[in-house]
T-cell receptor, first 116, second 111 residues
Framework: GENVEQHPSTLSVQEGDSAVIKCTYS??????FPWYKQELGKRPQLIID?????GEKKDQRIAVTLNKTAKHFSLHITETQPEDSAVYFC???????????????FGQGTTLQVKP | DVKVTQSSRYLVKRTGEKVFLECVQD?????MFWYRQDPGLGLRLIYF???????EKGDIPEGYSVSREKKERFSLILESASTNQTSMYLC??????????FGPGTRLLVL
């Protein structure tokens, strides 16, 4: 089946440093790639997404890059703050053609710790 | 604001019991999803539905069934709970193929 690999599984940075999380996907037809942030004890929430017709998207301190040829995409957080500490999930939209809606295939998650 | 609610935050059940997890969304979304979340495995799709009375198997449907009698409500059923179904269960809804909105989750413990 389709697969999304996410690395690293844990990441610890000092406040103010940058953090990068990388994902690779297997379905070359995937065209939508969201990133979710899940704070401790809370629900996952969408923080940024990118579609296959663009290579980069930025929203304040977070950015996502996409390389369709290599089938990988990355989340970049600059000037990290303690409130960025959370679990981050990448996902890729895949469509097996048998239903009217696509499925999101999630990566395994990255636990980011930002040390003050 | 999209609101997705789940019937319980914590649930303790015994092996062999039938378990019902309810999810309700108030935004008239077509699509609804059930995932389980386990450490190191991310979110894995159990079942999803793109319309009332419609259901599709996800990646790990074994041991589960679902029901969608009304557009706003999507139920996950564990026919005979087993210890390996101890997990966090997350419901989500979406208006189309893309952005999904998650509920708060139900942490289920099967003894």
């Amino acid at each position: 089946g389709e697969n999304v690999e996410q690395h690293p599984s844990t990441l610890s940075v000092q406040e103010g440093d940058s953090a990068v999380i990388k994902c690779t996907y297997s379905d070359s037809a995937s065209n939508y790639f969201p990133w979710y942030k899940q704070e401790l004890g809370k629900r996952p929430q969408l923080i940024i997404d990118i579609r296959s017709n663009v290579g980069e998207k930025k929203d304040q301190r977070i950015a996502v890059t996409l390389n369709k040829t290599a089938k990988h995409f990355s989340l970049h957080i600059t000037e990290t703050q303690p409130e960025d500490s959370a679990v981050y999930f990448c996902a890729a939209l895949t469509d097996d053609g048998s239903s009217n809606t696509g499925k999101l295939i999630f990566g395994q998650g990255t636990t980011l710790q930002v040390k003050p | 604001d999209v609101k997705v609610t789940q019937s319980s935050r914590y649930l303790v059940k015994r092996t062999g019991e039938k378990v019902f997890l309810e999810c309700v969304q108030d935004m008239d979304h077509e699509n609804m999803f059930w995932y389980r979340q386990d450490p190191g495995l991310g979110l894995r799709l159990i079942y999803f539905s793109y319309d009332v009375k419609m259901k599709e198997k996800g990646d790990i449907p074994e041991g589960y069934s679902v029901s969608r009698e009304k557009k706003e409500r999507f139920s996950l059923i564990l026919e005979s709970a087993s210890t390996n179904q101890t997990s966090m269960y997350l419901c989500a809804s979406s208006p189309g193929q893309e952005t999904q909105y998650f509920g708060p989750g139900t942490r289920l413990l099967v003894l």
